[in-house]
């Protein structure tokens, strides 16, 4: 552009050899403007002119078509790489930066065919503006044509085939979830057996002789028999036995009492159609308390019978294998208060345990179940070192195999010390593999084979596993968990949402529901509501864990220092993986792999779960150190 000149214009004459410069057309148009309405705006008219002869609005107009098909294919990318959340910020970031940038460039530069060159450069007679106009014009309706095509193939076939998986709505997620949508004939649920003792203070036996009954009837080949946790999830609350039926997937409910007086026991059973309340069987049971393994056995046996399931002598279930009473007893007492999911009654379980084994140190499925116990002290309670934990509980799981070799729940026991304390994953795949074998019904195995393939990363096996075990136990909160961490691996953010929520709904004050879920927030791109998840847990370490994570996704940096400072002190020994996430998240790689190496060193079971494809550490996997931990960790890199 041209310097301004103080001369007046001056007419133009025709022919002349020299045409006027371009401000001096400017000025002449400005003038007959002003001529003609009387007035002048003069500036106003010129610039708009000079924008237009400039393709200044073409170029803004073709900058941002451009602009959304870019980001509109990098947001696909995105995904498929699982790039962390910030890459697109900064993509945006860089378009909306680029626009006024190409703008000035459209107005100081104009393309002649010697090239790009300042327009105040460019005599008119050169200027090729006009066609160059005519080519962006081109150019616009090229682009937009593009990105209407992408929109209408986003609109009716990737949204619906290639992010299938990440856009699900919940009400089709669901269909994924429930236990059998074809109820089987050949299925029973055992309910709690009630307790009418005089002074009521034999439920522990009630609700052992129950789990009992559970165990032996999940060994019966083509019968479905829910797990514990789904059969007790009814205990106490009011609901007929249709809806228990429907809510359990099966076609009958045993059902019964116990009345305990010393050694002298009174147990009635009866096996009830859920359709129509048809007694199919009912007995009643007048025996010493020597006598309760037969009893067991009988009852099973009717069961089987009375469902006309064809057995062979070696497929017939068997009671709990010790020669004494006492030692039973103990035994039904540890497991009732290790299933009450307390430090303290953990404490008492163990003690029980370890009291009947006293009695009857060949008894099996006792050191199967202190071995777990032992164990829960450091892996859920926090109770106990790794390495007292590791120290006893292996023995004692080691007893177990040594004892009975078959002992499904022996299998079940060194699977999960070899996975949680040891960090042996192949050993673990193992020994849980041989669990199964022995029992295909077993609820607890399935969770755990679930855990496994997570670790390995094997997510679509992971996925298959865990709703193996929902389908077993369909009330389970712990299923649903698993369910839900495979989704999230998965990237099926939806899938994992309705797994959670589902376990919220079963007992709301689940440990780590509300953690999971505000992650998943996160990732969605809601900090909002994900702080306000943070904020529900009802467990002071998985909110201390959460609320680095929301406030630093809200942008309140100075808040969320200070509860980063709060983490680190609190869970320094009991949670350096979740420390690890945050220094991730926060974009502190080395902090993150600093405390990925106290995880290590803590034998922390989160970081065995999750290392592999925990979307939080997205942007450490590039790092040779992440690699390193996964050879330490004996992990496929």
Not at 4 to 17: D, R
Not at 76 to 98: D, K, Y
Not at 335 to 349: E, G, I, M, P, T
Not at 509 to 519: D, F, K, S, V
Request: glycine residues 6%.
């Amino acid at each position: 552009m041209s310097e301004p000149t103080n001369e007046a214009p001056k007419p133009i004459a025709t022919g002349a050899a020299t045409p006027p410069t371009v401000p001096a057309q400017i000025a002449a148009h400005h003038l007959a403007a002003g001529h003609h309405h009387g007035h002048t705006q003069l500036p106003h008219i010129g610039i708009l002119e000079e924008i237009k002869r400039r393709n200044v609005g073409r170029v803004a107009i073709l900058y941002v078509v451009v602009s959304y098909v870019v980001l509109e294919v990098f947001e696909m990318f995105f995904h498929l790489l699982e790039m962390p959340p910030w890459s697109g910020r900064i993509a945006v970031l860089i378009a909306v930066t680029g626009f006024p940038i190409a703008l000035l460039i459209a107005w100081a530069y104009e393309i002649t065919p010697e090239g790009l060159k300042p327009t105040d450069e460019v005599s008119p007679q050169k200027s090729i503006a006009r066609q160059t106009g005519r080519k962006l014009d081109r150019a616009i309706i090229v682009v937009l044509a593009v990105a209407l095509m992408y929109f209408a193939l986003d609109k009716f076939w990737l949204s619906k085939h290639a992010f299938a998986e990440k856009t699900v709505a919940p009400a089709a997620t669901v269909a994924e979830i429930p236990a059998v949508p074809i109820i089987p004939e050949k299925s029973v649920a055992v309910l709690p057996f009630v307790d009418m003792s005089e002074k009521k203070d034999q439920e522990y036996f009630s609700d052992g002789l129950s789990e009992e009954l559970i165990d032996m009837l999940t060994k019966v080949p083509e019968l479905r028999v829910p797990a514990r946790t789904s059969s007790f999830y009814f205990k106490g609350k009011q609901a007929t036995v249709p809806e228990i039926a429907k809510a359990l997937g099966v076609a009958e409910v045993l059902e019964g009492s116990v009345r305990r007086s010393g050694n002298h026991l009174r147990i009635t059973a009866e096996l009830v159609r859920a359709d129509n309340g048809y007694h199919l069987w009912s007995e009643s049971y007048d025996r010493q308390l020597d006598d309760i393994f037969k009893v067991q056995d009988d009852i099973a046996g009717a069961v089987v019978k009375a469902l006309k399931v064809s057995l062979l002598e070696s497929q017939t279930p068997k009671a709990t294998p010790t020669t004494n009473p006492e030692a039973y007893i103990l035994y039904l007492q540890g497991r009732s208060f290790w299933q009450r999911h307390s430090a303290v009654d953990n404490k008492k379980a163990a003690d029980s345990l370890r009291h009947a084994l006293d009695l009857d140190p060949m008894f099996a499925p006792a050191w199967a179940v202190l071995a777990v116990v032992i164990q829960d002290d450091f892996v859920i309670y926090s109770t106990s070192s790794y390495q007292n934990a590791r120290a006893k509980a292996y023995p004692a799981a080691e007893q177990a195999l040594k004892l009975d070799p078959r002992l499904s729940d022996a299998h079940l026991a060194m699977a999960q010390i070899l996975h949680d304390l040891d960090f042996d994953f192949d050993g673990a795949r193992a020994e849980i593999n041989q669990a199964l074998a022995l029992d295909p019904g077993n609820s607890g195995a399935f969770r755990v084979a679930a855990d496994i393939a997570l670790t390995e990363g094997r997510l679509d096996e992971a996925r298959q596993l865990a709703q193996q075990a929902v389908t077993r136990d369909p009330l389970a909160v712990g299923n649903y968990l698993v369910l839900g961490d495979a989704a999230l691996l998965s990237g099926r953010l939806t899938d994992a949402e309705v797994a959670w929520r589902k376990a919220l709904e079963l007992n709301a004050a689940a440990e780590g529901i509300h953690y999971r879920l505000g992650a998943m927030l996160i990732l969605r791109g809601d900090p909002a509501a994900a702080l306000a998840e943070m904020e529900r847990n009802p467990d002071e370490p998985w909110r201390i864990a959460g609320l680095p994570l929301a406030l630093d996704a809200l942008g309140r940096r100075s808040e969320a220092d200070r509860a980063l400072a709060v983490a680190v002190d609190k869970l320094a020994v009991n949670g350096p993986y979740q420390i690890a996430v945050i220094c991730a998240h926060r974009n502190d790689v080395d902090g993150a792999f600093m405390w990925l190496d106290r995880a290590y060193q803590e034998r922390d079971g989160a970081l065995a779960l999750y290392v592999k494809g925990d979307p939080m550490l997205s942007n450490l996997r590039h790092d040779p150190r992440y690699k390193a931990l996964l050879r330490k960790m004996k992990l496929p890199e």
